[in-house]
């Protein structure tokens, strides 16, 4: 039975198994920051390649784009980064920490709710908080800044996580820039070589929009996906993978026509789309994800409709995807900006327009963490000898296991185990992540392979000298199967 394990343990399961590391550790980690080992890498490149096949491969009105990074600065002052892309911070003159004022009131909501075995309803919690500072929902990041600070002041004297008893002497609440910057040239100290590092890969689309309308056949509908790296001074980075200053992302821009019913009818498709691939591709549980539409209040001032796809990690349930619809508020800037011409032209209808856009967006890092917190499993079996093992099982579907099949010889020492291994191993590692391992009892070369989440191990013995085959042993059921060599890149084939 699979149920959520602490981060704790999902941390300490990852470094030791060579999933991710601490930043930069032999200088001393800076908190926070993390380094993908040999499986994490795979295991993001497998989910990225698993979106990428579905989003693109397999959609004929899709394309892919990779723009760089650092993007002409009027991109991000016409994006309204530049004035609108921050969190609203507070601190403890006291002891000098800094904390996001809206991340806490949530977290305090949340306490609230603990406090009262779950019993209250949003509406008992807002109805208490409407009484005392005048907010009307449970979206702090829409209250204003008098009110995040009314409600710290009042709600959460003492910092949170700290030891101490002394209260907290606060800031008023303020805004806080995310975006990065660095200078390019040789000057530094010309306002102009400042350059922003991208906080969403999104932009990189909307300047590439027209490129893409003059040199491709695409025509509306279609979108365009990117997946690269993205950058936010996050004011307080924290649980894992889940919130750091650089991570990954994958994003959408799907073009649709201006007219309101059609782009809300595509929006709602891309919901439903969204929720099969989260639980038939991904195969997240799905007692562990959650689908949630914006209120209205919690809008962005672009958008018409958002949803929130939620993963209830060990701190409780946060946003790994969100779908906006845009409306041409993108395209619309930029033409504006830029004085090129963002209108489609509708071959068959002759109507030009400025496109709308439905945004799916989610996050490549946050996803690799959803997915090792879903696979991580710590079961209780019996062994050959009746007695009671507990083993840690990485359950990760066949499609993005880091390493598909591992091959044992039974006898280090047999030159035909390790010949036949080797000929094995050649023969899958064309098409498949494997791996060989002579280390050990076979026992433990199995428990080696189910804590990293192989599916499949094969053993190689006198059986597979004297009729050409091998046992496959599954990970899940832990039951083997012989299996001709001549028929394994078959078996296979079918899995994947
Ligand atoms: P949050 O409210 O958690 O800060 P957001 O709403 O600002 O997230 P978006 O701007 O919608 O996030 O970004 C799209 C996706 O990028 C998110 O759904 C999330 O998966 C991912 N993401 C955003 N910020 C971070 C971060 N600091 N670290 C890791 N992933 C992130």
Known sequence: ML??????????????????????????WLANAWDYGPYGIQLKKNIQDLRWKTFVQQKPDMVGLDAQ??????????????????????????????????????????????????ALSDDDIIKTLQEKYWVTNLIPESWSFEKMHDFIVKEIPNNPNSKKSKPADRTEVR????????????????????????????QGIFVNFRNILDTTRMRVPFGIAQIGKAFRNEITPGNFLYRTREFEQMEIEYFVSNKKDEAMKAFEDRKVASKDR?????????????????????????????????FEYPRGWGELQGIAYRTDFDLKNHQEA????????????????????????????????????????????????????????ARFPFAIAPVKVAIFPLIKKDENHVRISHEIYAQLSGSLMVEYDDGGAIGKRYRRQDEIGTPYCITVDNASTESGTVTVRNRDTMEQETIKIDELLEFFAKIS
């Open 3 to 28: 149920r959520m394990h602490s981060l704790e343990t999902i941390v300490s399961w990852a470094k030791r198994k060579w999933f991710v590391y601490p930043w930069s550790d032999i200088y001393g």
């Open 278 to 310: 989260w639980e038939n591709k991904l195969k997240l549980s799905a007692d562990k994800i959650r689908f949630r539409e914006h209120e209205s209040d919690e809008l962005s001032h672009y958008s018409d409709g958002t949803f929130d796809v939620e």
């Open 175 to 202: 805004k806080f820039q995310m975006m990065f910057y660095t200078y390019q040239g040789v000057v530094h100290d010309d306002a102009d070589a400042k350059i922003w590092m991208r906080p969403e890969t999104a």
């Open 69 to 118: 990074i650092l993007m002409h600065p009027k991109v991000w002052e016409t994006s309204g980064h530049v004035d609108n892309f921050d969190d609203p911070l507070i601190d403890d003159k006291n002891t000098g920490e800094r904390f996001r004022a809206d991340k806490i009131i949530e977290d305090q909501i949340e306490l609230m709710r603990k406090w009262n075995n779950e």
């Open 338 to 393: 830029s004085g090129k011409n963002m209108q489609y032209n509708d071959p068959f209808t002759g109507e030009r327009y400025i496109p709308h856009v439905i945004e799916p967006s989610f996050g490549l890092s946050r996803t690799t963490l959803a997915v090792m917190l879903d696979a991580y499993d710590e079961e209780e079996y019996t062994n050959g000898k009746g007695e009671k093992e507990t083993r840690v099982v």
